[in-house]
């Protein structure tokens, strides 16, 4: 295993890679790993390890009554899964879980999980960051769904992208991953986006987006 990775973990930030070597050779933990487009794990299904990427990307997603698939978030190498949920009364899997590219887990049950943290108060102060961590990008997610139009979440993502200050920002996503973050129709998203810079709220090239009215966008998320 690669503990130069690990240790850029905010699990394991606080370890050299000696260090992680040895704390990790005290409990048992396996490796696990998921072809590009496999299915991690499903809405509903009991939350019984820490599931920690080695490598590659995963996806975690919401599918709607009517089918729409609403993307939550993306997690890449070497951010942790599920980790909130471990030791929850119902500790059950929230969205569904796929490997957007090859992916490969270090997986530690919860029993070993508590082991680490009984035997290092560095690690359970690191646990402690990760779900609180989750529990603030849990609250900025749900602000996010409270805007009602497209527009409107359209321009609290592009606000929160650019900064303060800042005009102009590379749009680090695709149209069709946009609108499945949003959960809505790629022409609706399109659409939106060129009624935005016929008003000139915005402009954009390819990939780079140019705030040019930020009161009138900052007005469409009607905060």
């Known amino acids: 295993m690669d503990y130069s990775v690990l240790v850029k ?9 000696n260090e992680t070597e040895s704390l990790l050779s005290g409990i048992r933990y ?14 509903g299904e009991p939350v019984d390890a820490l599931m920690l990427l080695l490598s590659g990307t995963a996806r975690g997603e919401i599918a709607g009554f009517n089918g729409r698939i609403t993307m939550i978030e993306e997690v890449f190498s070497p951010g942790t899964l599920a980790a909130a949920f471990i030791f929850a009364r119902q500790s059950n899997m929230p969205v569904n879980l796929t490997a957007v590219t090859d992916v490969e887990l270090l997986v530690i049950d919860r029993c070993e ?12 102060i690191n646990f402690m960051e990760v779900i609180s961590n989750r529990a ?5 997610r749900l602000r996010f769904f409270n805007f009602k139009t497209i527009k409107g ?5 592009f606000l929160e992208k650019a900064g303060n200050g800042n005009h102009e920002f590379h749009l680090d996503v695709t149209q069709n991953e946009l609108a ?4 809505v129709t790629r022409p609706s998203l399109s659409r939106a986006l060129c009624e935005m810079r016929k008003e000139k709220i915005i402009d954009f090239n390819r990939k780079r987006i140019k705030i040019t009215d930020r009161d009138r966008l900052s007005e469409l998320t009607g905060e």
């Open 136 to 140: 603030h990008f849990l609250s900025e």
């Open 180 to 183: 499945v973050y949003f959960g």
């Open 30 to 43: 396996r490796i696990r790993k998921y072809k590009r487009g496999s299915i991690i794990a499903v809405a």
């Open 153 to 157: 979440k359209l321009a609290g993502y």
């Open 9 to 17: 973990s905010p699990l394991f930030s606080r370890f050299s890679e």
């Open 113 to 124: 999980l508590l082991k680490l943290m009984l035997i290092n108060e560095k690690f359970l």
